[in-house]
């Protein structure tokens, strides 16, 4: 495949005049947003299950008031990557990543201070901001610009950072409140984000292989991979937004996302307080989370090494269906071991939900735009991820049981799969004029 056409200029990275070159750069590149996305979500995304249930007991706010909270967190999130989205098609993403890790920072470790609602809403603003600048729209644009036939490949190690943050940071977050409150809890992750996160981005990412002398796919193109949606034609075409709303296959994922990561959402920041009674102990409902996210590392590494050659539409809507079915399961099957494996099949889906929609739309509108076009999605999954555990927290208020939000999220979740099959392949769809 051709080079993109660079738009933008960067140095050479610190990292890559003292990193070892029998290993190609690109492979570097994964690592080091494998990390970075390993502190940043880790901390951001997974801390908000770690942080609902204590900030309700210290305070004395309601379920609905902190995910209300939460669920500002992701609309603000879509907003900043809906923002930011045509400045990274055109001046790159690592200037954004690179705020993003600060404001991190800056906003979980303001949590310790928090004390009135106003407080909390204002850091969690912060920390959407931070979210929407340093993940899945800057992120994403970056690894399709390194790699394209060995994309899903790249993006399923990329990913797995998130994964690992979820495993290991949220029973950390958890033994860190249980020892010392929010207090505790709060700088100690945000010290993390810094002496983690900053190197990565400002040492070793570099936004397209252009800027440094190198191609996609680590100079070495997978050749066994026949995909006419990875052609120049398509991965190099420009599109604006209203051209790429135009479409039938662009409302099909962005309203199908919309549901299932609002499902997903509700029921993964609400896992450890749903479980909490079940299992017996917050440890224990942290552990299911860890579960979780254990199960999301295996399957994306798996469904990442064979979906380059895969039909990614009819790969999500199975993915999207077991998750339906899983949190059905989970919610109605009052047993500790079969709810641990439950969580667990739960956690192979998520990871792979995230890495399907970049995925499909990278494949169906190409690399040159993708951070105008998925700016645009992210903005709406991201409302539906903050309606998420919103409605799963007022529902839970109201009904005083997780059961019924729950499975009505479950079966919301198996319905938006039937909206995947209607996005079509780019060359069977042109924008209209």
């Known amino acids: 495949m051709t080079e993109p ?30 990390v970075l996305m390993f502190v940043t979500i880790g901390v951001g995304y997974y801390g908000l299950a770690v942080f609902l249930r204590p ?94 036939t060995r994309r899903a490949w790249a993006m399923s190690i990329t990913f797995t950072g998130v994964s690992v943050g979820g495993m290991v940071l949220a029973p950390v977050g958890t033994w860190l409140v249980e020892r010392g409150g929010i207090e505790l809890a709060a700088p100690i992750l945000a010290g993390l984000v810094a002496v ?13 292989p252009a800027s440094v002398g190198l191609g996609p796919d680590a100079d070495a193109p997978n050749e ?44 993964l920041v609400h896992q450890i307080a749903f479980l909490e009674d079940r299992l017996g102990s917050r440890s224990a409902a942290a552990l299911a989370l860890s579960t979780t996210a254990f199960g999301s590392i295996v399957a994306r590494l798996v469904v990442g090494r064979f979906a380059d050659g895969m039909d990614k539409r009819l790969l999500t ?25 439950l969580v667990l099949i739960v956690g192979f889906t ?24 998925l700016g645009t999605m992210t903005l709406m999954s991201q409302v539906g991820s903050g309606l998420g555990p919103f409605l799963v927290g007022w529902a839970e208020d109201v009904t005083g049981s997780y059961r019924i939000p729950f499975v009505i999220t479950g079966l919301a979740t198996i319905a938006a799969a039937v909206l995947i099959l209607l996005a079509r392949p780019i060359h069977s769809e042109a924008p209209d004029s």
Do not use: C, K
């Open 55 to 148: 900030l309700q007991e210290e305070n004395g706010w309601s379920n609905a008031t902190v995910s209300g909270a939460t669920g500002l967190f992701f609309v603000l999130g879509g907003i900043a990557g809906f923002v930011i989205g045509p400045g990274v098609d055109r001046r790159g993403p690592l200037r954004y990543i690179n705020a993003g890790v600060v404001l991190m920072v800056v906003s979980v470790g303001s949590l310790r201070f928090v004390s009135e609602v106003w407080h909390l809403y204002l850091a969690y603003t912060g920390q959407a901001l931070a979210y929407g600048l340093s993940g899945a729209v800057t992120i994403n644009a970056l690894m399709s610009r390194w790699f394209v």
């Open 317 to 341: 809507v199975t993915i999207i269906v077991v998750q339906g079915l899983a949190v059905m399961g989970t919610t109605l099957i009052d047993n500790r071991i079969t709810t641990y494996v």
């Open 224 to 267: 066994s991979v026949r995909n006419t949606a990875l052609s120049d034609e398509v991965q190099l075409r420009v599109w604006t937004r209203a051209e790429a709303m135009r479409t039938g296959s662009f409302w099909a994922i962005s309203v199908a996302f919309v549901v299932v990561l609002l499902a997903q959402t509700g029921f």
């Open 350 to 373: 998520i990871g792979n939900v995230y890495m399907m929609q970049t995925l499909m739309t990278a494949e169906i509108f190409g690399l040159v735009s993708l951070g105008s076009v």
């Open 196 to 208: 983690v996160a900053l190197p990565m981005s400002m040492l070793v990412l570099v936004g397209d």
């Open 5 to 34: 056409t660079q738009l933008w200029q960067e140095r050479r990275p610190v990292a890559m005049r003292v990193l070892p070159d029998r290993v190609h750069y690109a492979w570097w590149i994964v690592v080091g947003t494998a």
